[in-house]
């Protein structure tokens, strides 16, 4: 099994998370996207939409994070991360495109490249953009979890694919520093991820294309 990856990706972060939770070995291939490597044509033959994660298994490969941890979860069921009650299954898969499809596309790293070297956005006006839509999503997500019922992670006391999805985009919050007040019961679920080996292990800086 292998991860084409970048240490700070969201999405390769939640594969990982993935992996680890569930016990599997992989082999760690760094793709590094801030310096292009994504779209040179050794990459561009291996994901057709020039995107991290890839996961490559039994000579197959898929791309999409979410896609890639359903497809593990179908695979290797135990621990489960998606559950297999209908409405919390869709409960989880809600709260994880809360993060995956609401605030991680219009932040992601070719969104603030764009910004500013196409729309001429200074540095301030890109970090602005990025705490503004992270912000209203995190808010959006606490208002998620405090209609459920009080629980150690997302939905429940196991940790399930809406977590492997809100630990990345917390350490990236906190990386433009974003404000996270006013989120008790999100930043509860990540303090309670990140006290597992799975989630430490998967960490940008437990990476081996770590850059200090």
Not at 49 to 57: C, G, K, M, Q
Not at 82 to 100: G, H
Not at 120 to 143: C, I, P, T, V
Request: charged fraction near 25%.
């Amino acid at each position: 099994m292998k991860l084409y990856n970048y240490f700070r990706s969201s999405s390769s972060y939640r594969v990982r998370i993935a992996l680890n939770l569930k016990g599997l070995d992989y082999e760690y291939i760094p793709v590094h996207i801030a310096k292009g490597e994504h779209k040179l044509p050794e990459y561009a033959a291996i994901s057709a939409d020039l995107l991290v994660p890839t996961l490559e298994i039994d000579g197959r490969r898929l791309g999409q994070s979410l896609a890639i941890i359903e497809y593990l979860d179908e695979l290797y069921p135990h621990p489960r991360l998606i559950p297999t009650d209908a409405f919390e299954r869709a409960q989880v898969r809600a709260l994880s495109q809360s993060i995956a499809c609401e605030i991680h596309p219009i932040n992601n790293l070719r969104v603030l490249k764009y910004l500013t070297a196409e729309l001429g956005a200074s540095d301030e006006a890109k970090n602005n953009w990025y705490r503004h839509w992270a912000r209203e999503g995190l808010l959006a997500f606490e208002r998620q979890l405090a209609s459920l019922p009080p629980a150690t992670f997302c939905l429940g006391n196991t940790p399930t694919l809406a977590d492997c999805c809100l630990a990345p985009q917390i350490f990236n919050a906190q990386r433009f520093k974003t404000s996270l007040d006013g989120l008790p019961r999100t930043m509860a679920v990540f303090d309670a991820c990140m006290k597992l080996e799975a989630f430490e292990r998967a960490h940008p800086s437990a990476c081996p294309d770590h850059e200090a």
